[in-house]
């Protein structure tokens, strides 16, 4: 049964850790309003690992921020960061964090496992706190749904999920070109990635190691945070987690922003697929399947599309398109992480690090050469969110209504993966596969340890 809370027991949950019903009244709901230069106190979750410290320091560099608490379930992580941040407040909890030191600051860098994400951001977002979170957005397709509910209820808290490639001239020139129509009618759409490949990310084996004792300076327990109790195992952490069914969302999830991104913000109409239909060698069981390839279909009502169905085929493990059957010559493709666009009058390829080509008839243009683009200033991703805090309407890639709409079909390709080479019709409204019970009461949602529930507030 899934862990649906009331109001009224989210509130004496939310008082036995120390938040109180005051931490859901209304200045508490509405986040404090930062005035132009004035300074805004953040605290950050997740202070080092894979990413997180970058994030932190991209937004310390900010002159306009404090890194005023430090939350981490690595006690070495936070003893290093101290020192970066010899006054902010130190603890291992998030909980915790809101408990006791909500009124300390103003916005939160959420930089944690997958599986994790959901639960601190909603929270954060019904303290009235802005928030920078990581990708994906979230870990379950239920979360997508509290997550727009979040944002309907706090309009004027500022987000953004960590979509730093979106910076790139050739990104953004290909989103103008799109909307633009000069390829004319689109047709259809791949995006590809060279993950999971060589490396420390994933668990390449897919072989579960015996059960340990977690290092002395991890906290496993609040690591697992949302998910049921389970052994520590050396293979998880510190980052090959992304592998794990429970706790990460393999390589579809987690390159779906950086490839997807492009496509969604490029037709509006694009708002929630309807089927998906992943192909992968067996069903996903303690670890992601992979190769997986995945067709994921939006229904369409508009002249900009050639047909009344756009079908987005995505993919991983470097498995990519013919070039011949998309009219390109014989070559190489630029990158092993793709976003690639066919449209009746062209075909647009585009690099996750924004090297952008137009084919028209067989002939390449230089994308940022195209006519009718504007100037692209240069922009700093992290610096944007806290802009926009301040007031500052520095454009914004990319807040969390459409971090929602990029996170859905990433998440619906890597979980379809549970039922390989089966066709799935989704409807969102009422997150259910309608031609699919098993499905629908398998992967749509999980089983919130307690303790560890996102607000009632925003319970779909």
């Not at 939160?108 to 706190?129: E, W, Y």
């Not at 200033?377 to 454009?395: F, S, Y």
Request: net charge negative.
């Amino acid at each position: 049964m899934h862990d649906r809370v009331t109001r009224r027991n989210f509130i004496q949950s939310a008082s036995a850790l120390g938040l109180g019903a005051a931490a859901l009244g209304p200045a508490a709901l509405a986040g404090r309003k930062i005035a132009p230069n004035s300074r805004v106190n953040v605290l950050s979750i997740g202070v080092i690992g894979t990413i997180g410290g970058t994030d932190r320091k991209q937004v310390d560099a900010h002159p306009a921020v404090q890194i005023t608490g430090l939350c981490d379930i690595d006690s070495n992580y936070l003893e290093d960061t101290s020192l970066e941040h010899p006054d902010a407040f130190v603890c291992k909890d998030y909980r915790e964090a809101f408990a006791e030191h909500g009124d300390k600051f103003d916005a939160v860098i959420v930089s944690t496992p997958d599986h994790t994400h959901a639960t601190i951001m909603l929270t954060a977002l019904a303290n009235g706190k802005h928030v920078y979170g990581q990708k994906p957005l979230v870990h379950q397709l239920e979360e997508l749904s509290m997550i727009d509910s979040a944002m309907e209820a706090r309009p004027g808290l500022v987000t953004q999920v960590g979509n730093q490639r979106m910076v790139y001239p050739g990104r953004r020139a290909a989103v103008e070109i799109l909307r633009s129509g000069q390829l004319g009618k689109a047709v259809k759409a791949y995006a590809w990635t060279g993950s999971p490949n060589p490396g420390r990310y994933f668990n390449y084996d897919r072989i579960l190691s015996e059960p340990g004792t977690p290092p002395e300076h991890i906290d496993f327990d609040l690591w697992l945070g949302p998910c049921e109790k389970t052994p520590y195992r050396e293979q998880l952490m510190p980052v090959r987690w992304r592998s794990w069914w429970d706790y990460g969302t393999g390589g579809l999830g987690d390159w779906g922003v950086h490839v997807l991104d492009v496509i969604l913000f490029g037709y509006d109409e694009l708002q929630s697929p309807i089927a998906v239909k992943t192909h992968a060698p067996a069903p996903a069981d303690t670890f992601h399947a992979a190769p997986c390839l995945s067709t994921i279909t939006y229904a369409v009502d508009s002249d900009r599309f050639a047909n009344r169905h756009f079908p987005l085929h995505y993919s991983d493990s470097g498995q990519t398109p013919s070039r011949a059957a998309l009219g390109l010559p014989p070559g190489e493709w630029k990158d092993s992480n793709m976003t690639v666009v066919v449209c009746e009058g062209g075909v647009l390829a585009l690099t996750a690090g924004g090297d952008l080509e137009i084919w028209r008839d067989g002939v390449m243009t230089p994308g940022l050469e195209m006519p009718g683009l504007p100037e692209f200033p240069q922009l700093n991703h992290w610096h944007a969110w806290v802009d926009n805090i301040t007031g500052k309407k520095t454009e914004l890639r990319t807040p969390f209504p459409d971090g929602v709409r990029i996170t859905e079909p990433a998440l619906l390709a890597a979980k379809a993966a549970r039922y390989p080479n089966t066709e799935l019709a989704w409807d969102r409204s009422k997150l259910a596969f309608t031609n699919h019970q098993e499905a629908t009461d398998t992967i749509v949602r999980r089983n919130y340890r307690d303790g560890f529930s996102p607000p009632s507030d925003f319970a779909s």
